[in-house]
């Protein structure tokens, strides 16, 4: 019996390591992106860029915004290993005031589920400090 649950560990443990190694997995070159002081009315498009270091296509299946305020964009076309891609946030930055948000990245990869984040303020240049 203490063989038969050794031999069935092992392999368990077997399967999950090869399976485990042959995956999608996100490199980004940063998981922060930080506008700084922008002035309200400035261009509030960024870019998340990431390499697949995996070992298989990664497809990412959506993304989303913790607030309407910032839209995200991305590459649709399954991204090779090797290869990169990009995630463009746009945020609106006709809202004054810090920014303070969370973008959640879906796909195949070891990590199904990632969350990068943008920050800074957005100043008014018609109020005074």
């Keep these: 019996m203490k063989t038969f649950l050794t031999i069935l560990i092992l392999t368990v443990t077997g399967f999950s390591t090869v399976n485990a190694q042959n995956t999608a997995k996100f490199e980004f070159k940063s ?64 809202r004054v005031g810090p920014i303070r948000r969370t973008i959640t990245i879906y796909s195949n990869a070891d990590e199904p589920t990632k969350a990068v984040k943008i920050k800074g303020r957005v100043l008014d240049p018609d109020e005074k400090s």
């Design 31 to 94: 998981e922060v992106i930080d506008y700084g002081d922008i002035e309200k009315g400035s261009d509030g498009v960024r870019t998340f860029q990431f390499k697949n270091v995996g070992t298989e296509p990664l497809i990412i299946e959506n993304v989303y915004s913790s607030c309407g305020c910032t839209v995200p964009t991305w590459t649709k076309a399954a991204i090779a290993p090797g290869k990169t891609g990009e995630i463009q946030v746009k945020y609106d930055t006709t």
